[in-house]
C-alpha cells in the first residue's frame, strides 16, 4: 500500500485548494488574501504583537500587586494574572513564527518523515497548550466568584476547589495522550485534531456554564445590597460586564470548534481546518480577538484596581464586601 506521511498528506493540500476556489470561483478580495504571504505575515504578527500586549499588561499587574502587598504571598488575583501572562507569552510567540512551525511541521519529502513527527507533536504542544492555559485562566476566576458567593452565603466551599484541580489534570492529561497520539500515530493527526476541537468545545461550553451560573449568583447578590453601600453600582456593573462577555466568547468559541471538527470530519488533511490554519489568517484573527484578546483585554482592565495594603486576605468574603 502506499505509505502515509505527514509530507505525503500537505502535498496535496495546496492542490485541494486550488481546485476549490476554481470551482467556487471566489471573487472575494479577504478570502484571496488568505493566500497571500504578506497577508498572511501581517495577520500573525498583529496578533503575535496584541498577545505581546496582553502578556506586558498581565505581567505589569502582578509586579504592581506583589510590591504593594508582598506578604499576601500566592492570592487567587496573582495566579490569574500569572496564567494570563502565560497563555498570552504562548501565542505571541506561536504566532510570531507560526510560518517556521508549519513549515517544519508540514514540509515536504519523506525522506524527513521522523524529522516532521517531531516537529508535528511540537505544533500540536504549542497550538493547544495556550489554549488549555486560557480555560485554566478564566475557570480559575469562576472559581473565585463561586468561592466569593459561598463564603458569603456562609456555605462549604471546599468542593469547588476539588472540583477545579480535577477537571484541570484531566484537561492537561488528554493534552498529552493527544500529543503523544501524534508522535505515534503521524496519519491520525486529522482524527486527533477533530477530538481534540471537540473536547475544547465541551470544555469552553462549561467554562460559559460555569459564568452564568457563579457569575448570575454574584450579580443577583450584589443587586440585594443596599444602594447606600460604596462602590455598589460599579461592582455590579463590572460583575455584569464580566459575564455577559466572557459567556458570549466561551459559547462562541464553544460553537467555533464545533464547526472545526467538522470542517476536519469532512477533509483530508489538518492543513484544511479553518482554525488554526496558515492560510486562514483571516478567520483566525476574528477568533483569536473575540474568544481570547478581548475578554483577556476586559478583564485585566476590571482587575486593574490595586488592593489596599491593609486588607487581610483570608477572609474572602470580607475582602469583597469592603470594595462594595
Not at 122 to 147: M, Q, S
Not at 249 to 259: D, E, N
Amino acid at each position: 500500500g502506499t505509505e502515509h506521511t505527514p509530507g505525503r498528506a500537505v502535498k496535496t493540500v495546496m492542490a485541494d485548494h486550488a481546485r476549490s476556489r476554481a470551482l467556487l470561483g471566489i471573487p472575494l478580495d479577504a478570502f484571496a488574501a488568505w493566500h497571500d504571504p504578506h497577508a498572511e505575515d501581517v495577520a500573525y504578527w498583529s496578533l503575535a504583537a496584541a498577545y505581546g500586549l496582553v502578556a506586558l499588561v498581565a505581567l505589569t499587574q502582578l509586579a504592581r500587586i506583589h510590591h504593594r502587598v508582598p506578604e499576601y504571598g500566592w492570592t487567587t488575583q496573582k495566579v490569574f494574572h500569572v496564567l494570563n501572562f502565560l497563555c498570552a507569552s504562548f501565542r505571541a510567540g506561536v504566532f510570531a513564527f507560526r510560518r517556521v512551525i508549519e513549515a517544519k511541521a508540514m514540509g515536504t519529502g519523506s525522506h524527513r518523515h521522523h524529522h516532521q513527527i517531531l516537529w508535528l507533536v511540537f505544533r500540536e504542544v504549542v497550538l493547544n497548550l495556550p489554549a488549555a492555559l486560557f480555560f485554566t485562566t478564566y475557570a480559575l476566576l469562576v472559581l473565585f466568584w463561586g468561592e466569593i458567593y459561598y463564603r458569603a452565603k456562609g456555605l462549604e466551599c471546599g468542593g469547588l476547589r476539588k472540583g477545579f484541580v480535577s477537571v484541570n489534570v484531566f484537561v492537561y492529561a488528554l493534552l498529552i495522550f493527544g500529543c503523544a497520539a501524534v508522535g505515534i500515530f503521524p496519519e491520525q493527526i486529522k482524527t486527533v485534531a477533530a477530538v481534540g476541537a471537540v473536547f475544547l468545545a465541551t470544555a469552553s461550553l462549561c467554562t460559559a456554564c460555569g459564568f452564568v451560573k457563579y457569575g448570575g449568583a454574584l450579580f443577583a447578590m450584589l443587586k440585594k445590597f443596599p444602594p447606600s453601600a460604596k462602590g455598589r453600582r460599579k461592582k455590579i456593573a463590572e460583575v455584569g460586564v464580566v459575564t455577559a462577555v466572557c459567556t458570549f466568547c466561551f459559547v462562541a468559541r464553544s460553537a467555533a470548534m464545533i464547526g472545526d471538527a467538522i470542517v476536519l470530519a469532512n477533509r483530508n488533511s489538518v492543513s484544511n481546518s479553518w482554525l488554526d490554519s496558515i492560510n486562514h489568517p483571516v478567520v483566525d484573527i476574528a477568533y483569536y480577538a473575540v474568544c481570547e484578546l478581548f475578554p483577556s483585554a476586559l478583564v485585566l482592565f476590571v482587575l486593574r484596581k490595586l488592593p489596599p495594603k491593609t486588607r487581610p486576605h483570608e477572609v474572602l468574603r470580607d475582602a469583597f464586601r469592603e470594595n462594595v
